[in-house]
């Protein structure tokens, strides 16, 4: 069983700077690391995610995000960030992290991110 605990959303102008964490419980480097967003009455989307492969992380970005936000994981200390920069009112949205495993999906409880303009 992992648990994810995400921090660090807050209220920031648009054109600013967030970075979220996530600490898991348990060991991740085998997961596929990600954050969603779900803004109200909008379905949860992916954002971006993170894979420890033998070269090194895989990252995959969604397109509205793709140069403004970095994911990125420090498996000895069960985490992962995701920076945003260039912060824009339309990626105000709680977001959540999410670990894929062989065998299970976990969520975390989600934290607030809003843009104002």
């Known amino acids: 069983q992992v648990q994810l605990v995400e921090s660090g959303g807050d209220l920031v102008q648009a054109g600013g700077s967030l970075r979220l964490s996530c600490v898991a419980s348990g060991n991740i480097f085998s997961a596929i690391m990600g954050w969603y967003r779900q803004a109200p009455g909008k379905q949860r989307e992916l954002v971006a995610t993170?894979?420890?492969?033998?070269?090194?992380?895989?990252?995959v970005y969604a397109d509205s995000v793709k140069g403004r936000f970095t994911i990125s994981r420090d498996n000895p200390k069960n985490t992962v960030y995701l920076q945003m920069n260039n912060l824009k009112p339309e990626d105000s949205a709680v977001y959540y992290c999410?670990?894929?495993?062989?065998?299970?999906?976990?969520w975390g409880q989600g934290t607030q991110v809003t843009v104002s303009s």
């Open positions: 993170v894979a420890t492969v033998s070269s090194g992380d895989l990252t």
């Open positions: 999410n670990a894929k495993t062989p065998f299970n999906v976990y």
